[in-house]
């Protein structure tokens, strides 16, 4: 047992000898951030869509998970103050069949670059950074419908609006865990598309709710 206990303390001697410098309060600087999240999202009007098209035994709840991926660059603009220029990319597709009996496979994203004015709190290996903003945001959908065998694309695009607070862990004096809740609005508007069959999705807006958590890396310099 003792044997063992000894090989323990060699081996995290190193990690415990840079706890100390970990643990300082670090000023606010440039960093990298980069990540993925995962969301409950609201598109009401996609889907009304659906639900419209697809079978009763097909119909979609009103809240829907959605996967994010996120990167970034954050910097001080004054001792307790920072703007992230952000770029996210958030997708969702549902595959359902119709009452004529087709599969109608639907997919929509949403880039969304933006800036967020945060406050940023630090401590002994930490931040917390709370903020809001938003940017325009553009939209993008395709349908195809396996009676025809044809994918239709739309597109849209519009404002997006967010809040966010972020906690950033010290892993090294430059490497930080990032975890981090949002939630936030995109008000794009109508589908449009270049094909020349009208479509039902036309009328409909890319608009929606959505809240979620993300994870991901902060590389401070």
């Known amino acids: 047992m003792r044997k063992v206990l000894s090989v323990a303390l060699l081996f995290f001697s190193p990690l415990l000898s840079q706890t100390d410098k970990l643990f300082v309060v670090r000023e606010n600087g440039i960093a990298i951030v980069g990540g993925m999240g995962i969301n409950l999202v609201n598109a009401p009007e996609i ?12 119909r979609v709840d009103d809240f829907a998970t959605a996967v994010d991926f996120f990167g970034g660059i954050e910097f001080p603009i004054g001792e307790a103050w920072g703007l992230k220029i952000e770029h996210t990319y958030l997708f969702k597709s549902y595959s359902f069949l119709t ?33 809001g903003g938003g940017g325009y ?11 025809f065998g044809v994918t239709s694309d739309y597109t849209t695009s519009g ?3 967010k809040i966010d607070i972020v906690g ?34 036309e009328a409909k ?17």
């Open 137 to 147: 945001h553009f939209g993008s959908a395709s349908e195809k419908i396996s009676t």
């Open 159 to 161: 404002i997006g609006m």
């Open 47 to 58: 889907v009304d869509y659906i639900n419209v098209t697809a079978l009763s035994s097909q």
């Open 205 to 221: 807006r890319m608009k929606y709710f959505y809240a979620g958590l993300r994870f991901g890396i902060t590389y401070y310099w």
């Open 168 to 201: 950033q862990t010290a892993f090294d004096r430059n490497f930080y865990g990032y975890i981090g809740g949002h939630m936030g609005w995109e008000l794009l508007g109508k589908f449009s598309t270049t094909n020349s069959a009208p479509s039902a999705l």
């Open 99 to 131: 009452a004529t009996g087709a599969t109608n496979e639907l997919f929509y994203s949403v880039q969304a670059p933006s800036i967020i004015l945060q406050k940023v709190y630090s401590g002994e290996g930490y931040f917390v950074k709370m903020g």
